[in-house]
């Protein structure tokens, strides 16, 4: 699911709300979500998880074509913890869907 999706998808569970209101209520949800992990700081939604932010070291790294080593500078990286209610859920519906062996 994409966006665009989403902002459709929820615009048709609640026809009080304009396309308009709910577009701007996802963006505003997501800006401060990353105003947030860009201050390094954590955002928990129970249920769903929790974004945080981790300092990846500087390593030493080759380039692949000319095996010349290069310097990767160290970077802060967003990770994603899922919750229990997520992993629950995503788990049971994977009941329903069984993985089948390829041949």
Known sequence: MIKSELINKIAKQFPN???LRVEEAI???LENIID?????????IRGFGSFFVK???AIM??????????????R??????????LKKR???????????KLL
Do not use: C
Request: glycine share 8%; hydrophobic share 30%.
């Open 55 to 57: 300092n990846r070291k």
């Open 90 to 100: 995503v788990d049971d519906s994977s009941s329903q869907y069984p993985i089948q």
């Open 76 to 85: 802060h990286v967003v990770r994603f913890r899922t919750g229990k209610e």
């Open 17 to 19: 709300l304009t396309h």
């Open 61 to 74: 790294g080759r380039n692949p074509k000319t095996g010349e080593a290069l310097l990767i500078k160290a």
């Open 27 to 29: 963006n505003a949800i």
């Open 36 to 44: 947030e992990l860009a201050n390094i700081g954590h955002v928990e």
